[in-house]
């Protein structure tokens, strides 16, 4: 009888609480969620520019790093006495595999790891240029020839080949 007794006051005991409205769900309100969903929202718009602004960087990093391997690898494929004029693509690549080395009259792609290179005798000069686009669009191209220190420059042009290099001035001594 007892037994019975109490699971009646049990009973009569949680229907006044949910006449007072005592009763409580655990869980979140809209509000609660919809203050979370702004601070997340706030979050993103400061974190976003912030890493948008590394990714340019980055990608002319790759560009330069994909045209200096190039460069120590068409150094490495010849001698003092033979020059760049006796340079050949298979030359390259067995120097460096990691590079597609394209044609001078082709676009090349840094994201892609490829390199548009020219080379050979112009003027009675030796030279070897290489260019690779970058994924920010802007084109790199690096210049070694005999008679002049490496040179670099930077170009924003429709085309990124090494066939439109020109290899007179307007060279750097860094990018």
């Given amino acids: ?3 019975q ?7 009569e005991q949680q229907l ?13 309100s ?5 203050v979370v969903v702004m601070i997340l929202g706030v979050l993103l718009a400061v974190a976003l520019p912030t890493f ?14 994909v045209l200096h391997t190039a460069l120590l690898a068409a150094r490495a494929s010849v001698s003092a006495e033979d020059g760049y004029a006796n340079l050949s693509a298979g030359k390259l690549f067995a120097a460096e595999g990691s590079i597609r080395f394209l044609a001078a009259g082709f676009d090349a792609d840094a994201t892609r790891s ?12 030796d030279f ?6 970058s994924a ?5 191209a690096i210049l070694d020839r005999a008679d002049a220190p490496t040179g670099f420059r930077t170009d924003v042009s429709a085309n990124c080949r090494a066939s439109s290099v020109d290899l007179n001035g307007g060279w750097s001594e860094s990018w």
């Fill in 16 to 28: 006044g609480e949910l006449r007072r409205g005592d009763n409580r769900e655990s869980g979140f």
């Fill in 128 to 133: 070897f240029v290489a260019v690779t686009r």
């Fill in 136 to 140: 920010s669009g802007t084109c790199f």
């Fill in 52 to 65: 948008l602004g590394a990714t340019k960087p980055a990608s002319d990093r790759r560009a330069e790093t």
């Fill in 1 to 3: 009888m007892t037994n």
């Fill in 30 to 34: 809209l509000v609660e969620l919809m």
């Fill in 114 to 125: 490829e390199a548009s290179v020219n080379f050979g005798n112009y003027g009675g000069i």
């Fill in 5 to 11: 007794r109490s699971n009646t006051q049990l009973s």
